[in-house]
């Protein structure tokens, strides 16, 4: 039966393509031609133009489709006390391709106080019939990019001293948002899926992350922060290997995170890459504990715009559900459309079509 509750058989993972105005609109922005007020118009019109296509199409989970980001990270970890934005050296490196050059810095106490988003969200809440969703990036993400020298010694002596303060700042974030309203919080998390590649975790060993203990420091961070979680509210991860401009950046099956972070994180969901072999088989997914904890198999790329077999699609829910109940499973498309505010290489016309397919398939294998 579809699942009345939060994640949904068809869901989504947040993000979606930018329609034409609203870039034009940033890029006005960006140029002094119009003023912060007049940008916001337009984003408080696209978003509800937005929240009205997925309630039409038949989703039961609403976002904003991060519309006011440029980012899906930075924009809200550069908002925290304590963390500042930079031009760094050289962008973020993808498969073929760099993004544009930024990094973090932690210059003062991390904290969560005043953030924009919180906004953000009450705009979502207040124009939807349906369920909303708010996406913020793990904990996780902002550590596990730290470059050597980017934490101020005189506020954490070893940049894992942040971890403290840092799951203090998620567990006030998760109550401000609570009180705002938001029964459906997701953290979207690139670090975890980066600990399954060889190649990444010897980067991070170069950063001087402790990649000997970090799977479980980063459950232990990621626990802290969903302490004291209220009991009405479900709190998802993300789990991606990069996507920007429909490239991606780490290959490697679950297996080296899968019993921690499925047995040992107090997630209520796990939204999974699974549109190619990258991501491994559904053998980790034996570690996902019987009962309320869903599995949203990302099945559905949103990388390109064609469309996936659905005769295909439902042979392989039923292999994954040899591991995990179908009961305790969803589907969704494997990451957003729109990570960073360029967006993948597909039309709009082509994102519903995805998100339509995944209603379809949803109903067809768990009913109406």
């Given at each position: 039966?579809?699942?009345?509750?939060?994640?949904?058989?068809?869901?989504?993972?947040?993000?979606?393509?930018?329609?034409?105005?609203?870039?034009?609109?940033?890029?006005?922005?960006?140029?002094?031609?119009?003023?912060?007020?007049?940008?916001?118009?337009?984003?408080?019109?696209?978003?509800?133009?937005?929240?009205?296509?997925?309630?039409?199409?038949?989703?039961?989970?609403?976002?904003?489709?991060?519309?006011?980001?440029?980012?899906?990270?930075?924009?809200?970890?550069?908002?925290?006390?304590g963390?500042?934005?930079?031009?760094?050296?050289?962008?973020?490196?993808?498969?073929?391709?760099?993004?544009?050059?930024?990094?973090?810095?932690?210059?003062?106490?991390?904290?969560?106080?005043?953030?924009?988003?919180?906004?953000?969200?009450?705009f979502?809440?207040?124009?939807?019939?349906v369920?909303?969703?708010?996406?913020?990036?793990?904990?996780?993400?902002?550590?596990?990019?730290?470059?050597?020298?980017?934490?101020?010694?005189?506020?954490?002596?070893?940049?894992?001293?942040?971890?403290?303060?840092?799951?203090?700042?998620?567990?006030?974030?998760?109550?401000?948002?609570?009180?705002?309203?938001?029964?459906?919080?997701?953290?979207?998390?690139?670090?975890?899926?980066?600990?399954?590649?060889?190649?990444?975790?010897?980067?991070?060993?170069a950063?001087?992350?402790?990649?000997?203990?970090?799977?479980?420091?980063?459950?232990?961070?990621?626990?802290?922060?969903?302490?004291?979680?209220?009991?009405?509210?479900v709190?998802?991860?993300?789990?991606?290997?990069?996507?920007?401009?429909?490239?991606?950046?780490?290959?490697?099956?679950?297996?080296?995170?899968?019993?921690?972070?499925?047995g040992?994180?107090?997630?209520?969901?796990?939204?999974?890459?699974?549109?190619?072999?990258?991501?491994?088989?559904?053998?980790?997914?034996?570690?996902?504990?019987?009962?309320?904890?869903?599995v949203?198999?990302?099945?559905?790329?949103?990388?390109?715009?064609?469309?996936?077999?659905?005769?295909?699609?439902?042979?392989?829910?039923?292999?994954?559900?040899?591991?995990?109940?179908?009961?305790?499973?969803?589907?969704?498309?494997?990451?957003?459309?729109?990570?960073t505010?360029?967006?993948?290489?597909?039309?709009?016309?082509?994102?519903?079509?995805?998100?339509?397919?995944?209603?379809?398939?949803?109903?067809?294998?768990?009913?109406?």
């Amino acid at each position: 039966m579809i699942s009345a509750t939060p994640p949904f058989r068809a869901d989504h993972v947040g993000s979606f393509l930018r329609p034409e105005a609203l870039k034009q609109a940033r890029a006005r922005r960006a140029n002094g031609e119009i003023t912060v007020a007049e940008l916001k118009e337009v984003e408080d019109r696209e978003i509800a133009a937005l929240i009205r296509k997925q309630e039409e199409i038949g989703l039961a989970v609403t976002t904003d489709g991060e519309f006011r980001r440029s980012w899906w990270q930075f924009d809200f970890l550069g908002m925290l006390d304590g963390v500042e934005l930079f031009e760094a050296d050289q962008g973020i490196q993808f498969q073929g391709v760099k993004t544009r050059p930024i990094g973090t810095r932690i210059n003062g106490r991390i904290g969560f106080s005043n953030h924009p988003f919180l906004e953000h969200f009450k705009f979502l809440k207040a124009h939807t019939r349906v369920t909303p969703k708010m996406t913020i990036p793990s904990p996780t993400v902002l550590h596990f990019r730290l470059e050597p020298g980017s934490v101020d010694k005189g506020v954490y002596p070893h940049r894992d001293d942040i971890f403290q303060d840092l799951s203090q700042a998620y567990r006030d974030a998760v109550q401000a948002f609570y009180n705002a309203g938001c029964r459906y919080l997701q953290f979207d998390d690139t670090a975890l899926a980066y600990l399954c590649s060889k190649e990444e975790m010897a980067k991070a060993r170069a950063r001087g992350v402790k990649t000997e203990s970090v799977v479980r420091d980063y459950a232990d961070v990621i626990n802290a922060a969903l302490a004291g979680k209220p009991k009405d509210m479900v709190i998802t991860t993300h789990v991606c290997r990069g996507n920007f401009r429909s490239t991606w950046i780490a290959s490697g099956g679950y297996e080296p995170i899968a019993e921690v972070l499925f047995g040992g994180t107090d997630f209520d969901g796990y939204f999974l890459e699974y549109d190619s072999e990258r991501a491994g088989g559904f053998e980790p997914l034996r570690f996902v504990p019987k009962g309320p904890k869903q599995v949203v198999l990302g099945l559905i790329t949103s990388k390109s715009g064609t469309l996936e077999n659905k005769d295909e699609i439902k042979r392989r829910i039923d292999e994954a559900a040899t591991y995990v109940p179908l009961d305790q499973c969803c589907l969704s498309p494997q990451c957003g459309f729109a990570s960073t505010e360029e967006g993948n290489t597909l039309t709009e016309q082509q994102q519903w079509a995805k998100m339509r397919e995944v209603i379809e398939i949803a109903r067809e294998v768990w009913g109406k």
